[in-house]
């Protein structure tokens, strides 16, 4: 379906920014700490809420991109998971919304918000945190490999803030 593919890359990139935070070697920063890891994609779903939409090609207002994908360290060993919900606020050729999400990892979770994209690379916001993540906040960038459709893999940035 062309509507899947066309909100799967920007969902992806979008998603894919949490895929950071799981674990992997981080570098240390004053106070705070940086973390990159690998997002594979996995499952994904488009939930097309009525007035339905035209074509394959739109998306509605209300519409969402479900997803979830596999998290991955430096090392190639699996760090998590990752579930995303996108819902669509604008429909149409250019679409905008919102998406949350979090990262099932080891040591608890990381929640975390950004603004639904078409762009390869995704800025975002971690909003909170679980176990060895309580409390946490910072920014989070995911950016698609050159070449690759729909933003799989993608590499993942995470500042976590001190």
């Known amino acids: 379906m062309q509507r899947t ?3 799967a890359g920007a969902i992806v990139a979008a998603l894919a920014t949490g895929a950071v935070l799981a674990v992997s070697g981080g570098a240390q920063t004053p106070g705070g700490q940086t973390i990159r ?4 994609s996995g499952a994904d779903k488009f939930v097309d ?3 339905r ?3 394959d090609s739109d998306a509605g207002a209300g519409d969402q991109f479900l997803f979830r994908s596999s998290l991955f360290n430096s090392a190639n060993q699996r760090a998590g998971k990752l579930q995303v919900v996108c819902t669509f606020t604008k429909g149409g050729q250019k679409p905008s919304g919102v998406c949350e999400g979090v990262f099932a990892l080891g040591g608890g979770d990381l929640l975390f918000s950004a603004r639904l994209s078409r762009s390869s690379t995704v800025n975002g916001a971690i909003t909170g945190g679980t ?7 910072g920014t989070f960038s995911s950016v698609d490999l050159p070449g690759e459709d729909g933003g799989d893999p993608s590499i993942d940035t995470i ?4």
Not at 37 to 40: D, M, N, S, V
Not at 132 to 137: H, L, P, Q, S
């Open 5 to 7: 593919a066309m909100t």
């Open 37 to 40: 890891l690998i997002e594979r």
């Open 49 to 51: 809420v009525p007035p």
């Open 53 to 55: 939409a035209d074509s």
């Open 131 to 137: 176990g060895v993540y309580a409390g946490a906040r």
């Open 159 to 162: 500042t976590l803030l001190p």
